[in-house]
C-alpha cells in the first residue's frame, strides 16, 4: 500500500518536473515562429483587376503606332507609372527605316525601368513585353478593314499592364534579386517572319528588343521572361518551342511555378515557335522565354482585338506565375 503510495507520489513528480517546462518550450516556438514570419520575405499579390482596369486605359489611350499622339501620349503615361516605383528609368530611342518606302522614317522608343539597383545585388532578371501596337489589322477575316490598325488589348497591353502591377509590388515588397522591366517598342510592324534575312525587302518584327540588344551590349541578365497576348479570356500558354530549345530549364522554372500557384493556362507541352522580342537574347545565350498564347487567339491581327476579349482572370494567372518566380529567387 506504502508503496503504491510513494510510486504514484514519484510519478506526479516527474509529471511536474516536465510540465514546468511547457510555457517555456511554447514561449520559444512563438519566437521562432515570429522570427521566421519577419525574416522571409513575403510574397505579395497581384491585382488581376487592377491589371486589366489599366489595360482598358491604355487601350483608350488609341493605338500606340510610332508617330502618333496616342504613341507619345502612352509613353508618358508608362514612364510616369513605372517612375512612381522603380529606382531607375529611361527611355532608349532609335530610328528605323521602312523597307517599303525610305522616306517614312519610324521613332521607337524602348522604356527600362529597373529596381534593387545596388552594389550587393549582381543576380539580375528581366521581364518584358511589348507596347506598342500593329498599325494594320491584317489578319481581320474582313479584308477592307486591314489598313485599319488594331486596338492591341491583347498583343501589346496585357504583358505592359501586368508587369506594371509587378513595378507597383517590387515596391511594395523588395525581392532578393534586381529586376529589369523593359517595354518594347516596335514589335509589330513586321511582314517578313525571317528576322535572320537582313537584306529582306520586308520590314522584320521584333525591331525595339532588337535595338535594345544591340545598344546594351554589356547586359547580361540571369534569364528573362517575355509576356505577349497574355489576356485573352481562354488564355492557353503552351511552352514556345525556341524556348524549350534554348532555354529549356527557366521553361521548367516557369511551369514549375505555374503548378504550385495553380495557373492552368500554362499547359505542360510543347507549343509552335515564335520570332518574338526573345530571339535577340537567345541569339547572344541569355536565357529569355517567350509566354505566348498559342496557337495565336482568334482576335490575333484583328480590329477585335479589344478588352472585352480579355479577363482579369488571365492576367491574374500569368501575375500568380510571376511573383511566384521572382519571390523565390534569392
Ligand atoms: C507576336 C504577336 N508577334 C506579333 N504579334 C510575333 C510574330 C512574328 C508573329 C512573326 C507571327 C509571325
Ligand atoms: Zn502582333
Known sequence: MANKKLKKKNTEIVQNKYWKWIPLIISILIVFVILFIVIRTPKPVFDGKRAYKELIKQVEFGPRISGTVSHVKTKEYLVSHLRKYADMVSEQTFDFTDKHDSTKIYKGVNIVASFNVTEEVSKRILLCAHWDSRPFADNDPDTTKHKLPVPAANDGASGVVVLLEMARLFAESKPKVGVDIVLFDLEDIGDEIDSSNANSPRNPFAIGSEMFVKSNPDYYPEYGILLDMVGDKELRIPKEAYSVSRAGNVVEKVWKAASVVGSI????????????????????????????????????????????????????????????VIYNEK
Open 265 to 324: 493556362a500554362f499547359i505542360d507541352e510543347q507549343g509552335g515557335a515564335v520570332m518574338d522580342d526573345h530571339i535577340a537574347f537567345l541569339k547572344k545565350s541569355i536565357p529569355v522565354i517567350d509566354l505566348i498564347h498559342l496557337p495565336f487567339p482568334k482576335t490575333w491581327h484583328t480590329v477585335n482585338d479589344k478588352p472585352e476579349y480579355c479577363s482579369s482572370a488571365s492576367l491574374q494567372q500569368v501575375g500568380n506565375v510571376l511573383v511566384e
